[in-house]
Nanobody
Framework: QVQVVESGGGLVQPGGFLRLSCVAS????????MGWYRQAPGKQRELVAS???????VVANSVKGRFTISRDNAKSTVALQMSSLKPEDTAVYYC?????????WGPGTQVTVSS
């Protein structure tokens, strides 16, 4: 089993920046992909960005050029650096860790972009 916990959400003005962090524990040796998803009120959960153990990334078009995902395999952490934030980025952001047993999700962290 893998457990993941997010941190770093909050309230930020449009154009601002935030950094989300996620740490995995448990059966971390088997994690291949880690990623960030978000879910806005009334919408489905969507992929924001993901990164493999080797460093290959997938980034949603809606955040490309504004968000950067990074990973520290030695510390079992993944981070999401968010800049030029927009009100439409407001959502609960979830960290995900995938291994052969399936997906593990964190409880989520709220990001609110508002003036």
């Amino acid at each position: 089993q893998v457990q993941v916990v997010e941190s770093g959400g909050g309230l930020v003005q449009p154009g601002g920046f935030l950094r989300l962090s996620c740490v995995a524990s448990g059966s971390i040796f088997s994690i291949d992909v880690m990623g960030w998803y978000r879910q806005a009120p009334g919408k489905q959960r969507e992929l924001v960005a993901s990164i493999t153990e080797g460093g290959s990334t997938v980034v949603a078009n809606s955040v490309k050029g504004r968000f950067t995902i990074s990973r520290d395999n030695a510390k079992s952490t993944v981070a999401l650096q968010m800049s030029s934030l927009k009100p439409e980025d407001t959502a609960v952001y979830y960290c995900n860790a995938h291994n052969v047993l399936g997906n593990s999700w964190g409880p989520g962290t709220q990001v609110t972009v508002s003036s």
